[in-house]
């Protein structure tokens, strides 16, 4: 983020608008909007600037949009040029005006017309009724501080609130009915009970998060993450949640499973709206089930999200089909490392014709998975893929035969989760060649 997000009031203050034509004038309404007390001149003098709390450019002399930032920004006062972001303190954004709900969005200057095209799908999805929402809210703020100090406690009776009927009057134009439902609303028991959400973050990429994990984001109190979670889904929280890390690596654990099934638990019996964030699925070698048995014994109330799996994202993105017609008619999903550290797979339904294997974790139990596959029966030439941080943008894969890949594995990961698949399918993605035999490997990374 290159610039500050701020609002600043100007109830009343000067501001100094330098220039003339449509684009001066547009800044000059939208200042006066705001309580602006506007100075509009053609040409430019350093004593216009005293007083001022803002001062923008549009529409003047060169000489004089240049002077305009220099003797703005001398002085500490923020400068705006229009179009000429060399000469901006501050970027002007594009506006979406709810009042009193006000949302800005900026390109940092260097698409306009792209933040402009942002704004416009913002006020096709937020109509003008949320305004009076915002302010029915604000009518009960000063009473709601002083019934529930504790600021978890009122966020999540006015999240219920503004989501209610209360909310569903006020879009309709039954504003007095509106304030009746609002103060009844807030007016129940708040000691909210708290909730776990079992949230499958997908493979990395924020968006690749389910617009319902997303939203559950936005609302959690705490999020309880692992390490296969990507900043980007992260950044989608709310700024004020608290953030648990609780990630495990193999034969390296933060936190023992069971001492994250007892924290879900104690979080929530706070009170806490928690999302426990798990990447990829969360009931697809997420050990999701053990935690929802543990909040089942607890008594605990859970939601579970789904995500998108490893399997699915690491295969779309290296153009592999799962199934296909003539090559495979079956996907087998299996873990290569269980809580005992050996592989445990029916390795006669893993190499049966016509199926695909997706293995997670199986780098470190290759030798062994291409042991048992060979001995069940699987052609020694059949393709296979490695594919390590799958679905993100630093997704790599190395190609080739199980003998080959069992060879070249542990030289070639960097650490991040790989996922292996397996079967003739492999051989029909988007530019794979097919595998050659184990005595001529063909590996591609």
Known sequence: ???????????????????????????????????????????FDAAMLDGCALAIGAGAA????????????????????????????????????????????????????????????????????????????????????????????????L?????????ELVF????????????????EDARAEGMVFLVGAGPGAADLLTLRGQRLLGEADVIVHDRLVGDGVLDLARRDAERIYVGKARANHCLKQEEINALLVRLARAGRRVVRLKGG???????????????????IPYEVVPGVTAALACAAQARIPLTHREASRALMLVTGHTKHGAPDIDFAAAARPGTTLAVYMGVATLPRLR????????????????????????????????????????????????LLLVGEVVGRGAGFAAAEPASEPALAG
Not at 21 to 42: D, S, T
Not at 373 to 388: D, K, N, S, Y
């Open 1 to 43: 983020m290159r610039h500050y997000p701020i609002f600043l009031d100007l109830r009343g203050r000067a501001v100094l608008v330098l220039g003339a034509g449509e684009a001066a004038e547009r800044k000059a309404a939208l200042l006066r909007a705001a309580g602006a007390e506007v100075r509009m001149e053609p040409a």
């Open 62 to 157: 060169e000489d004089d949009l240049r002077a305009l930032s220099a003797a703005a920004q001398a002085r500490g006062i923020p400068v705006n040029v229009v179009d000429r972001p060399e000469l901006c303190s501050f970027i002007s954004p594009a506006v979406v005006d709810r009042d009193p709900v006000t949302v800005a969005v900026s390109s940092g200057g260097a698409a306009p017309v792209l933040a402009r095209m942002i704004r416009a799908r913002i006020e096709a999805a937020v109509p003008p009724a949320f305004g009076r929402l915002a302010a029915l809210a604000g009518a009960f703020k000063d009473e709601l501080r002083r019934r529930l100090p504790d600021i978890a406690a009122r966020r999540r009776v």
């Open 159 to 167: 999240e219920r609130a503004l989501a209610g009927r209360a909310a």
């Open 172 to 187: 309709a134009g039954r504003e007095a009915e509106a304030r009746d439902a609002f103060a009844a609303e807030i007016g």
């Open 281 to 299: 699925d969360p009931f697809v070698f997420g050990r999701g089930g053990e935690e929802a048995e543990a909040l089942e014994e607890a008594g």
């Open 371 to 418: 042991e048992g596959l060979f001995a069940a029966g699987l052609p020694r030439a059949t393709p296979a893929v490695l594919i390590e941080a799958g679905g993100s943008a630093a997704q790599r894969e190395l190609r080739g035969t199980l003998d080959a890949l069992a060879e070249a594995a542990p030289g070639w990961t960097r650490g991040g989760p790989v």
